[in-house]
């Protein structure tokens, strides 16, 4: 079973960037063909999936914060990364990263990181 | 986007009670629908894929339908350890999640 743990400041000002890193473990990342996601949670809220990046390096993102985010990997260090710009109190949540698995009709999260609460506040 | 819609957002039954609720999509999405269950201070559980395949190990008294905009999700027997909070997620064009319905015990 892969293991995920996302870590990064647990505190950022508002206008700056929020920055976080997945680890994964093995060598998950550079084996097969999955999705790499993150997702958030704002206290007591519903889910928001905020973007992916494939195996390839292809990504894809919430048309909401597309302006906002970049997701990227680095095989090397089996690691994902998350940036999100110009944050706000509305950023504040748990942050989770996730592997997506696919097929021709299927298409789910099989391995979650446990999250990681980031909260914008100066 | 696709926007998915949950309702109730809230329920409260009592242990042995079938449990129902509901997702709907602002588009068709054939049976791309995934179901998770989460519980506080957790990350989602997958029991549904597809609208209505239960996943392995998935305690039977869960089961999912639904097909094109309107889909159901039921517990058929509510537990004590089903109380949680129960996510649609669909896949057809993206990904995007209901905003959940949070099922306690009355």
């Known amino acids: 079973q892969v293991q995920l743990q996302e870590s990064g400041p647990g505190r950022v000002k508002p206008s700056q960037t929020l920055s976080l890193t997945c680890t994964v473990s093995d060598d998950a990342i550079r084996i097969g063909s999955y999705y790499w996601n993150w997702l958030r949670q704002p206290a007591g809220k519903g889910l928001e999936w905020i973007g992916r990046i494939y195996t390839s390096g292809n990504t894809d993102y919430n048309s909401s914060l597309k302006s906002r985010v970049s997701i990227s990997l680095d095989t090397s260090k089996s690691q994902l990364s998350l940036k999100l710009d110009s944050v706000t109190a509305a950023d504040t949540a748990v942050y989770y990263c996730a592997r997506e698995v696919f097929g021709v009709r299927t298409d789910f999260f099989d391995s979650w990181g446990q999250g990681a609460l980031v909260t914008v506040s100066s | 986007d696709i926007q998915m819609t949950q309702s109730p957002s809230f329920l409260s039954a009592s242990v042995g009670d079938k449990v129902t609720f509901t997702c709907q999509a602002s588009?068709?999405?054939?049976?791309?629908l995934n179901w998770y269950q989460q519980k506080p201070g957790k990350a989602p559980k997958l029991l549904i894929t597809e609208a209505s395949n239960l996943q392995s190990g998935v305690p039977s008294r869960f089961s999912g339908s639904g097909s094109g905009t309107d889909f159901t999700f039921t517990i058929t027997g509510l537990q004590p350890e089903d109380i949680a909070t129960y996510f649609c997620?669909?896949?057809?064009?993206?990904?995007?999640f209901g905003g959940g319905t949070k099922v306690d015990l009355k």
């Open positions: 997620q669909q896949y057809d064009r993206l990904l995007s």
């Open positions: 588009h068709d999405i054939h049976k791309f």
